[in-house]
Structures are given as structure tokens and as C-alpha cells.
């Protein structure tokens, strides 16, 4: 908010992409953007009074973060498949450091690390874009790869799944990380295809950089023989599709078998949810001993599963049904004989004869060497550029920025689709370029119609008061269990939306201060998709002598009414 206050207190600027150099180091100076891109101008260049500066030259990302160029890193990558113990390894150098960051793709792994490096008592936070979690006296922190701090300085920083820099909407966050970490050691793990370019990117910021490869640690073992029939179906078994639709249907089939009760993980469920199937599903005394899954098995879950199944070798993109490529493949066979666990040697195969071919070439290729990493350019430079075209407007800054754009050639500019689909709405509205671009690049899916509907009303109510309070959309003590699909999928939008009033509530905090409401509805939704998967199982978790879910549902709800609207009366039980 400060930066943008400081662009309305100027008014004027060339309208030309080249801004004289002088004038750049002057307005950086005054709307506080040293830390960004002063220092871009502030390197061994030589600029003379009448040199210009391209704004839209993004050719040296390394420069835009002055803290690790002063340190001279120590960088450990750690390659090889997964279950090769790679994360391990740079887990216990964080665990014996002083101060570090862990860096993960997923919430689910934020939160495993935190717990586990609190449980090693060595204190530790957790900080994703929905959730703030500090603990006394912490010098750690563990963290989604978004919310990676390039300001500080640590001793030890980790970057997990580091191959997902060449992700085409979330690659920007791995460079960044990668680039910006200011820590004297830095332990980056991933697959082996990402090697050459990360020596690449970091051939320019005089890092030392050390590869250890890892083999795997539990035999996997691609089978001959297809499943062919749903009979064939045995405990620890994970059958893979990939739709919400496909998962249910696959469900379904298996549980009249009256053999197996199945769990569900997949994207769209809440994460604490996904993180309530897979224990009961690793858990021997539960009677869930099957899971259908999707890819979000790929990462973030430890699985004990025995035998991986695929009952396709397509997946549908978001813009076409393909193939799965050979790191999807990897990816997700590897998720069987976790080491250590009650599997000590993993199966893989398909459903079908006709797969089983794809499946063994894929297991038997090396993955595709990665060619670039994705990048996005900083609010400071967009800020900057709308100045230039003397426009509040953020779809056509960021349209014409990004076609402008120059990059070197290990380097893409990361897929802003959902930003600009965002931008067209908020652009309607009379809002400061900061907080459009907040807006943008909050989590939520514009093709839900639900969640597009929730963020519309956000910043609309925002625009017009300066503060969204969540009843107004959305009133607390209403939620029910669902009774169809249709309905399972409503809550899953209900939960996108209240975790997208979170998420602006920490970046927004006076203008958003219903964020305990809106958590603890989120929390309800949880429990209601649960209670709904565990009636569709006719399975009950809970002991003998415990509450049901519905009644401890009931007891929740209550409790929670009368916490946050003490106005409405509510019958105790």
C-alpha cells in the first residue's frame, strides 16, 4: 500500500518504455523500491546522462535481489526419483542449522516439516498464503515456495520439488526462491532433469554449486500383467484416474465389490481433508484399505501403498486430453514401496493391456532435461511501467508488459491466463493498481463459478467501503452435509471461497478482519465432506463409546455461532 501511495503522490513521467537512467534512480528512490530494482541500476554498468533503461528487460533476474548476491552460497543440489531419501539428507542440515527456510509446493509439506522440526525441538513456524503460525523464539520457518522470504538471512535454506521451476503458472516462485534465498547454505532438491539449468542460472551469481544423486531405496517393480477387473483389487492398492468424476465412479465399482472401503485424495478436496484420507488409509485398524487417487498423490501425502494402478494413461490439462508425460508417470508410480513402510517393495500397472507399454517405456526413459525456468516480473517493474503509460488500468499493463517482454533463453515468462481473466474484473472498479494486482494474484479458480463469484464480490465490497466483512456473503451456521455430487462439489467451491477471504485477510488485514470466521467455516466444510465420504463408504471412523461425526458436527457448529455472533440464540445441547 505504501508504494502505491508513493506512485499517486507523482504525476508525471515519460510515456516512452526507455526512461532516462536519472529519472529511474530518482523515482525508485522515492516510492521505496531500492531493495528491487535500484540495485539493477546501482551494478558495475556505467550509465551516462543521457543512457536509457528498459523497463521490460527481464534478462538478468538474478540482479533483482541484492541480499544473496552479497553472500557468496554454498549450493547443495540433491537429485534422484522420489523415495531416494534426497529430502531427508537436506532435512537434517536444516534441522542442524541455526536460523532456515524450507520451501515447499504444498501446504501439506509445509506442515509435515514444521511438525517435524518441532517434534526435533528445534522451534519452527509455518507461514503459507492461508495460514501464520508462530512459534516463541523460532529461527525456522517452513513455508510455501510463494511466501519464500528473499529479505532476511538464514544459515540454511531448502527448496523442495525444484523441478517444478519449469511448471508454466508456479515456475516463477522456484526461481525466485532459487535466486533470491539469501542463506550461506542452500540444499535444492528435485529430479535430475533440472540439473543443467539450475548450473546454468547460477553460473552468473558466483555460487558454489555441489550435486549429490540419489538411487532409490525401495524396489519398484512395473508389472506385465494389467488388473483387467476390479475383483483384482487387493488391500494397499492406489488406483490412479484423473477427474473428480472418474474418482467417484472408480469409488463406487470397488466398494459393491464388498470386498474394500475405499479412500479419496484429489485436488480440490481441502487439505486437511486429503491429509484425513490418507490416514485412515495408512491406518491398520481402518477399514479404508484401498485408495482412489488423482496426481495430488504425487507429492505432499506419505502413502503406504503397495501397488500403484493406472486406469489411464490421459489426463485432460485445461486444454486438452494428452498423455502423460514421462515425469508425471515417474512421479506418481513412484508413490508405491514407500521405504520403510508395511510395503517395502512397490507394484505398478494398468487397468488396461493396451497402457501397459507407455507405462514401461516411461519408467525405463530418462525424464526431459529442463530447458527454462519461469519467471514473472516484480509489482516494482509493473508499477513502474503503468507510470509510463499514464494508466491505472492492470490488464493492459500487464498485456503489453509481457508482450514487450525480453528474456534469455533459459528463462519464460510464467502463464498469467487467471491473472488477466482477474484483472478484466477488477479493472471495472476503483481500485489502486496494488490492490488490483493483489487481487490477481489471489488463489482462486475463475472457471468455478462459485469461487469467480466470491472474488467479485470481495472487491467490489472492497472498492465501494475499504472493508469486506464476510457475512455479507456468506452467513456462518448454514452449512450441511451434502447429499449428491452436485452438492460435494458446492462445499469444495464454499471452502475455495472462504480460503480466498483468508488469504486477502493477511495481506488486507483492516479491510478483511473476519479471518477466525472464515477459517472456522473452513473448518466446518472439512468436517462436512468428510462425514459426506464417510456415509458414502458406510464407513464410521470412530470408535466405540465416541460421538458421531454429525453429532460432533452439531456441537461445532454451535459452539463456533455463539463465538462469533453471540447475537443469535442457539438451543445448547
Given at each position: 500500500?505504501?508504494?502505491?501511495?508513493?506512485?499517486?503522490?507523482?504525476?508525471?513521467?515519460?510515456?516512452?518504455?526507455?526512461?532516462?537512467?536519472?529519472?529511474?534512480?530518482?523515482?525508485?528512490?522515492?516510492?521505496?523500491?531500492?531493495?528491487?530494482?535500484?540495485?539493477?541500476?546501482?551494478?558495475?554498468?556505467?550509465?551516462?546522462?543521457?543512457?536509457?533503461?528498459?523497463?521490460?528487460?527481464?534478462?538478468?533476474?538474478?540482479?533483482?535481489?541484492?541480499?544473496?548476491?552479497?553472500?557468496?552460497?554454498?549450493?547443495?543440489?540433491?537429485?534422484?526419483?522420489?523415495?531416494?531419501?534426497?529430502?531427508?539428507?537436506?532435512?537434517?542440515?536444516?534441522?542442524?542449522?541455526?536460523?532456515?527456510?524450507?520451501?515447499?509446493?504444498?501446504?501439506?509439506?509445509?506442515?509435515?516439516?514444521?511438525?517435524?522440526?518441532?517434534?526435533?525441538?528445534?522451534?519452527?513456524?509455518?507461514?503459507?498464503?492461508?495460514?501464520?503460525?508462530?512459534?516463541?523464539?523460532?529461527?525456522?520457518?517452513?513455508?510455501?515456495?510463494?511466501?519464500?522470504?528473499?529479505?532476511?538471512?538464514?544459515?540454511?535454506?531448502?527448496?523442495?520439488?525444484?523441478?517444478?521451476?519449469?511448471?508454466?503458472?508456479?515456475?516463477?516462485?522456484?526461481?525466485?526462491?532459487?535466486?533470491?534465498?539469501?542463506?550461506?547454505?542452500?540444499?535444492?532438491?528435485?529430479?535430475?532433469?533440472?540439473?543443467?539449468?539450475?548450473?546454468?542460472?547460477?553460473?552468473?551469481?558466483?555460487?558454489?554449486?555441489?550435486?549429490?544423486?540419489?538411487?532409490?531405496?525401495?524396489?519398484?517393480?512395473?508389472?506385465?500383467?494389467?488388473?483387467?477387473?476390479?475383483?483384482?483389487?487387493?488391500?494397499?492398492?492406489?488406483?490412479?484416474?484423473?477427474?473428480?468424476?472418474?474418482?467417484?465412479?472408480?469409488?463406487?465399482?470397488?466398494?459393491?465389490?464388498?470386498?474394500?472401503?475405499?479412500?479419496?485424495?484429489?485436488?480440490?478436496?481441502?487439505?486437511?481433508?486429503?491429509?484425513?484420507?490418507?490416514?485412515?488409509?495408512?491406518?491398520?485398524?481402518?477399514?479404508?484399505?484401498?485408495l482412489v487417487a488423482s496426481d495430488a498423490i504425487g507429492?505432499?501425502?506419505?502413502?503406504?501403498?503397495?501397488?500403484?494402478?493406472?486406469?489411464?494413461?490421459?489426463?485432460?490439462?485445461?486444454?486438452?486430453?494428452?498423455?502423460?508425460?514421462?515425469?508425471?508417470?515417474?512421479?506418481?508410480?513412484?508413490?508405491?514401496?514407500?521405504?520403510?513402510?508395511?510395503?517395502?517393495?512397490?507394484?505398478?500397472?494398468?487397468?488396461?493391456?493396451?497402457?501397459?507399454?507407455?507405462?514401461?517405456?516411461?519408467?525405463?526413459?530418462?525424464?526431459?532435461?529442463?530447458?527454462?525456468?519461469?519467471?514473472?516480473?516484480?509489482?516494482?517493474?509493473?508499477?513502474?511501467?503503468?507510470?509510463?503509460?499514464?494508466?491505472?488500468?492492470?490488464?493492459?499493463?500487464?498485456?503489453?508488459?509481457?508482450?514487450?517482454?525480453?528474456?534469455?533463453?533459459?528463462?519464460?515468462?510464467?502463464?498469467?491466463?487467471?491473472?488477466?481473466?482477474?484483472?478484466?474484473?477488477?479493472?471495472?472498479?476503483?481500485?489502486?493498481?496494488?490492490?488490483?494486482?493483489?487481487?490477481?494474484?489471489?488463489?482462486?479458480?475463475?472457471?468455478?463459478?462459485?469461487?469467480?463469484?466470491?472474488?467479485?464480490?470481495?472487491?467490489?465490497?472492497?472498492?465501494?467501503?475499504?472493508?469486506?466483512?464476510?457475512?455479507?456473503?456468506?452467513?456462518?451456521?448454514?452449512?450441511?452435509?451434502?447429499?449428491?455430487?452436485?452438492?460435494?462439489?458446492?462445499?469444495?467451491?464454499?471452502?475455495?471461497?472462504?480460503?480466498?477471504?483468508?488469504?486477502?485477510?493477511?495481506?488486507?488485514?483492516?479491510?478483511?478482519?473476519?479471518?477466525?470466521?472464515?477459517?472456522?467455516?473452513?473448518?466446518?466444510?472439512?468436517?462436512?465432506?468428510?462425514?459426506?465420504?464417510?456415509?458414502?463408504?458406510?464407513?464410521?471412523?470412530?470408535?466405540?463409546?465416541?460421538?458421531?461425526?454429525?453429532?460432533?458436527?452439531?456441537?461445532?457448529?454451535?459452539?463456533?455461532?455463539?463465538?462469533?455472533?453471540p447475537e443469535i440464540n442457539v438451543e445448547s445441547d
Open positions: 500500500m505504501a508504494m502505491a501511495r508513493a506512485f499517486r503522490l507523482r504525476n508525471s513521467l515519460s510515456s516512452s518504455p526507455l526512461l532516462h537512467d536519472t529519472a529511474i534512480r530518482s523515482l525508485l528512490l522515492n516510492v521505496g523500491c531500492s531493495s528491487l530494482l535500484y540495485c539493477q541500476l546501482s551494478s558495475p554498468i556505467s550509465f551516462h546522462s543521457s543512457a536509457k533503461f528498459d523497463l521490460t528487460d527481464l534478462t538478468q533476474p538474478h540482479l533483482w535481489y541484492p541480499n544473496a548476491r552479497k553472500k557468496k552460497r554454498n549450493v547443495f543440489l540433491h537429485m534422484g526419483p522420489t523415495n531416494s531419501g534426497k529430502t531427508y539428507h537436506a532435512l537434517k542440515r536444516l534441522e542442524a542449522s541455526t536460523s532456515g527456510l524450507y520451501c515447499g509446493p504444498l501446504r501439506l509439506l509445509a506442515w509435515e516439516v514444521a511438525r517435524r522440526l518441532n517434534n526435533a525441538k528445534v522451534p519452527c513456524n509455518l507461514i503459507t498464503g492461508q495460514e501464520r503460525d508462530e512459534i516463541d523464539g523460532a529461527k525456522h520457518t517452513s513455508l510455501t515456495v510463494e511466501m519464500a522470504d528473499v529479505s532476511g538471512e538464514y544459515q540454511c535454506a531448502v527448496i523442495d520439488e525444484i523441478q517444478m521451476l519449469g511448471c508454466k503458472t508456479r515456475g516463477y516462485a522456484f526461481t525466485r526462491a532459487l535466486l533470491g534465498i539469501c542463506s550461506d547454505e542452500l540444499h535444492v532438491c528435485g529430479d535430475p532433469a533440472s540439473v543443467p539449468l539450475i548450473q546454468r542460472i547460477l553460473e552468473v551469481t558466483d555460487d558454489v554449486v555441489q550435486v549429490q544423486y540419489y538411487e532409490r531405496l525401495s524396489p519398484l517393480v512395473p508389472l506385465n500383467v494389467p488388473l483387467e477387473s476390479f475383483a483384482n483389487v487387493k488391500k494397499g492398492d492406489c488406483i490412479v484416474t484423473f477427474s473428480r468424476q472418474d474418482i467417484y465412479k472408480l469409488k463406487k465399482k470397488i466398494e459393491a465389490g464388498g470386498k474394500h472401503l475405499c479412500s479419496v485424495v484429489y485436488g480440490s478436496l481441502p487439505p486437511e481433508t486429503r491429509t484425513k484420507q490418507a490416514t485412515l488409509f495408512n491406518d491398520e485398524r481402518s477399514e479404508m484399505d484401498v507429492m505432499g501425502l506419505n502413502l503406504n501403498i503397495s501397488r500403484i494402478i493406472f486406469s489411464t494413461m490421459k489426463k485432460f490439462d485445461g486444454e486438452s486430453t494428452r498423455n502423460l508425460t514421462v515425469p508425471e508417470i515417474k512421479q506418481i508410480a513412484g508413490r508405491a514401496g514407500r521405504y520403510g513402510s508395511k510395503f517395502p517393495v512397490g507394484e505398478v500397472t494398468c487397468l488396461k493391456g493396451s497402457d501397459l507399454p507407455l507405462l514401461h517405456s516411461s519408467l525405463n526413459a530418462a525424464s526431459p532435461v529442463l530447458e527454462r525456468a519461469g519467471l514473472f516480473p516484480t509489482f516494482d517493474l509493473l508499477s513502474l511501467y503503468s507510470r509510463m503509460h499514464s494508466t491505472k488500468d492492470f490488464h493492459p499493463v500487464l498485456e503489453k508488459f509481457l508482450a514487450k517482454a525480453k528474456l534469455s533463453s533459459d528463462y519464460f515468462i510464467s502463464d498469467c491466463e487467471e491473472m488477466l481473466k482477474i484483472a478484466v474484473v477488477v479493472d471495472e472498479l476503483p481500485l489502486a493498481l496494488y490492490d488490483k494486482y493483489l487481487f490477481c494474484l489471489s488463489p482462486v479458480d475463475m472457471n468455478d463459478d462459485i469461487s469467480a463469484q466470491g472474488l467479485i464480490q470481495f472487491a467490489e465490497s472492497f472498492s465501494r467501503k475499504g472493508l469486506v466483512r464476510l457475512q455479507e456473503i456468506f452467513t456462518p451456521g448454514t452449512l450441511q452435509v451434502p447429499k449428491t455430487q452436485n452438492q460435494l462439489k458446492e462445499l469444495e467451491s464454499i471452502h475455495k471461497v472462504l480460503d480466498l477471504y483468508v488469504w486477502l485477510s493477511f495481506r488486507m488485514e483492516e479491510s478483511f478482519p473476519d479471518r477466525e470466521v472464515a477459517a472456522s467455516q473452513k473448518s466446518m466444510c472439512s468436517l462436512l465432506i468428510e462425514e459426506f465420504l464417510e456415509r458414502s463408504g458406510g464407513y464410521r471412523p470412530f470408535r466405540k463409546g465416541q460421538p458421531t461425526s454429525q453429532w460432533l458436527q452439531k456441537k461445532y457448529q454451535k459452539r463456533e455461532m455463539q463465538k462469533y455472533f
